[in-house]
Every structure is written in structure tokens, then in C-alpha cells.
């Protein structure tokens, strides 16, 4: 299976840049994905990695490092609405499943 | 992007009823639906993993008596709490896997979630 590790709970100010941390750990990687979830919602997919690299979609980036294990979602110009958790979710081919197993998210509180 | 539709929303119950919670993927097939439940503040525990035709395959320490799954078309499956009790009560979340040919499926196989089911059983 995989361990992922990532903050409980993060803040930032409004207008601001913010970097939530992924690590992992795993026998098969076979991608890790980014999610965004509000409060008694369903996630929201955000992003996708498979490769090394930064990824970008917007206000929002992903980059991935295979060899450390490593990964982080980069939100700019925090906005109100984007106060909400971020799941990092890692799917392992082992066994041919390619099932996500998701960390426990950040908690991102943005204020003005 | 893809929609997948969970009802219902939200429900009451009383201790001892069953109650069925249904998850459609809307503008495509899903050959493989996900079942997870989540408890405040903590991340999302996948339950079990539902194919199309088939039986449900169920993570360790899930009752499979307790929690009925049926996959009866690809665009449709649902979960059936049987006899909840309290203890059940959580936010239970289905997700769709959008079926694609070839090896493609590998690398774009992108899961995509319900709106989610509070289940609160008095």
C-alpha cells in the first residue's frame, strides 16, 4: 500500500501564493492525482501527475518528483472559495487494481 | 468534465432500517464504480470497488453482508446499508471511473465523485 504524508491544516492570506506538500511512499506508482473538497461536498478532481514535472492549470499548478517521493499543489492568487481541503491521492498498479488511495488532506483556511 | 449523480443527499433513519443510496455516472459508462465513506476531518476510506456484471470487491474489514452493492449496468450502481445502526452514520461518497479503450485508460483513468450521501441514523 502507500503511506502519503501532508499538513493537517495550512493558512494564507487572500491574494497570496500557497504550497501544500505531498509525500508518499510506494511500490508501484502509477500517478497522483490532486483533489479539492469543500466542506460536506463531494472532491472535485484538480490535477493529475505521472510524469516529473510541474503541471498547470490556471491559478493552479502540481509538480511531481518520482525519484523523492514528492509532490505539491501551488495556488495562486488566493482567492475566498478557495478555502476548502486538498486531497493528494496516489494510485499504485500493483496487483493491476489502480485504485487512489487518498491522504488524509490539507485544511486550507485563506482570510482577508 | 464527467457527472456522476448520488442520491439521495441526505437521510435520517431509524436504527434497524436498510437504506439504498444510488450513484449514476450521466454522460459516460463506468465499468468500475467506487464506493467510500468518510468521517469529518478525516480522508476518504474506499469501502469497496463495484464492476459492471460482476461482484463487488471489498476492502478488508468491510462487511459485505452489511453493505450490499449491485452493479447492474454501466451506468448505474447503488449501496444498500443494511439494518444501519448509529455507528454507521457518515458521508458516503461514490466515484466513477470512465471506461476508455486501450492503454489510454491507464494514463487518463481520472475517478470522478458524487455529490455525496449523509447517512445520520438516530
Known amino acids: 500500500g502507500q503511506n502519503i504524508d501532508q499538513p493537517t491544516e495550512m493558512t494564507a492570506?487572500?491574494?497570496?501564493?500557497?504550497?501544500?506538500?505531498?509525500t508518499y511512499q510506494t511500490s508501484g506508482f502509477n500517478g497522483l492525482f490532486?483533489?479539492?473538497?469543500h466542506a460536506?461536498?463531494?472532491p472535485t478532481f484538480l490535477s493529475y501527475n505521472v510524469l516529473d514535472g510541474l503541471e498547470e492549470k490556471g491559478r493552479f499548478s502540481s509538480f511531481l518528483s518520482r525519484s523523492k517521493g514528492y509532490s505539491y499543489l501551488l495556488l495562486k492568487e488566493l482567492q475566498m472559495k478557495d478555502s476548502a481541503s486538498y486531497l493528494c491521492a496516489v494510485?499504485?498498479?500493483?496487483?493491476g487494481s489502480y485504485i487512489p488511495t487518498f491522504g488524509r488532506g490539507t485544511s486550507l483556511i485563506v482570510h482577508p | 468534465g464527467a457527472v456522476v449523480s448520488q442520491h439521495p443527499s441526505r437521510v435520517i433513519c431509524k436504527s434497524g432500517t436498510s437504506v439504498k443510496i444510488e450513484c449514476r455516472s450521466l454522460d459516460f459508462q463506468a465499468t468500475t464504480m467506487f464506493w467510500y465513506r468518510q468521517f469529518p476531518k478525516q480522508s476518504l476510506m474506499l469501502m469497496a470497488t463495484s464492476n459492471e456484471g460482476s461482484k463487488a470487491t471489498y476492502e478488508q474489514g468491510v462487511e459485505k453482508d452489511k453493505f450490499l452493492i449491485n452493479h447492474a449496468s454501466l451506468t448505474l450502481s447503488t449501496l444498500t446499508v443494511t439494518s444501519a445502526h448509529p455507528e454507521d452514520s457518515s458521508f458516503y461518497i461514490c466515484s466513477a471511473r470512465d471506461r476508455l479503450a486501450g492503454a489510454e485508460w491507464v494514463t487518463k483513468n481520472i475517478q470522478y465523485f458524487g455529490a455525496g450521501t449523509r447517512l445520520s441514523v438516530l
Open chain 1, 13 to 22: 492570506t487572500e491574494g497570496a501564493i500557497v504550497q501544500i506538500n505531498c
Open chain 1, 34 to 37: 490532486w483533489y479539492q473538497q
Open chain 1, 40 to 42: 460536506g461536498e463531494a
Open chain 1, 91 to 95: 494510485r499504485d498498479q500493483s496487483g
